[in-house]
């Protein structure tokens, strides 16, 4: 997997990078996170909760983040909306044909912090 080193200069400060929970999940008790991601050290590293009976809803959720990723690369950087979906789509494949892609589970921290 190539390393992506080529994150948003206009971005500035790691502080750019922050996300904020939307208004409308923090307003809805039944909301559940279901994944966290993160580019750490040129690779991916995701926090994830298997939370719906049916995986089948998981690669839904995937769909809609590439369609609304899509649509922050035409907002936030002036890409064609359809050129940039299918630059994700194309990313996606390449993975998802790759005979390399493990999953490492990193410990998990006990409760209470680091000693």
Same mark, same amino acid.
């Given at each position: ?25 923090? &307003?809805?008790?039944?909301? /559940? ?7 750490? %050290?040129?690779?991916? =590293?995701?926090? @994830? ?33 359809? &050129?940039?979906?299918?630059? /994700? ?7 998802? %044909?790759?005979?390399? =892609?493990?999953? @490492? ?11």
């Amino acid at each position: 997997m190539s390393a992506p080193n080529d994150f948003d200069q206009e971005a500035g400060d790691p502080s750019a990078f922050v996300m904020t929970t939307p208004d409308s999940v923090a &307003a809805d008790p039944q909301a /559940i996170e279901v994944l966290r991601m993160w580019w750490s %050290k040129n690779e991916p =590293v995701m926090s @994830v909760k298997p939370a719906f009976n049916d995986p089948i809803q998981f690669g839904r959720l995937l769909a809609y983040a590439a369609r609304h990723m899509a649509h922050g690369y035409a907002v936030r950087h002036g890409h064609d909306e359809t &050129a940039a979906y299918n630059r /994700i789509l194309e990313g996606i494949s390449e993975v998802v %044909k790759a005979d390399n =892609v493990r999953t @490492v589970a990193e410990p998990v921290a006990q409760a209470g912090g680091k000693a």
